[in-house]
């Protein structure tokens, strides 16, 4: 969308420095082939960045310019029915280790009379059982739906993210976040 709308025929969007590094692994030496087939391709395009800190990164990383590119953020998708916070139940979009999947489990285990509503399509449980105190969503397209069931939203991230979408949802729906430095 971001090329088409500036009317150029090949971009790449990172929306993540985690998708920058990534974007060079295996392996990562400076005389990497494969990182410098990357490179030459990136100095070709347009680079887009979903944040400055992601734009610095790929400075950094790649040598590369990048534009800032904001992510869209559908309201209309978000947007609570229901601001009511009175319920006491904790938020978490969950989807990898790398998201803090491991430790909002710990949590849920930790703390059985607190209850934890977790969206994202690949979050795991590290038990076979599901607890009483958890409500799991799975992938959600509307969350607005999660957004009216909790009253806290966690982001323990392990990473740092160019822009946690996440918490900008919350904040738009009232609902305070707990966080890491991402």
Not at 10 to 29: D, G, K, Q
Not at 44 to 70: G, H, P, Q
Not at 154 to 182: D, F, K, Q
Request: proline share 5%.
């Amino acid at each position: 969308l971001a090329s088409t709308l500036a009317g150029i025929s090949c971009s790449h969007f990172f929306h993540s420095p985690l998708y920058i590094e990534s974007f060079l692994c295996h392996p990562t030496r400076p005389n990497d082939e494969v990182g410098q087939v990357k490179e030459k391709i990136l100095q070709k395009r347009i680079v887009f960045a979903s944040s400055k800190f992601t734009k610095n990164r790929i400075k950094e990383l790649l040598d590369v310019y990048a534009v800032i590119w904001y992510p869209f953020i559908d309201l209309e998708r978000c947007l609570a029915v229901s601001n009511k916070k009175v319920n006491k139940v904790i938020g978490f979009y969950g989807g990898s280790p790398i998201k803090g999947d491991n430790l909002v489990n710990m949590l849920i285990d930790e703390m059985p009379h607190n209850k934890f509503v977790v969206v994202g399509r690949n979050f795991k449980r590290i038990s076979d059982t599901t607890p009483d105190n958890l409500e799991y969503m799975g992938d959600q397209t509307n969350m607005k739906d999660f957004y009216e069931k909790i009253s806290l939203l966690i982001v323990p991230s392990l990473t740092y993210e160019g822009y946690s979408r996440v918490i900008i949802e919350a904040a738009s729906n009232g609902i305070p976040v707990i966080s890491n430095n991402i």
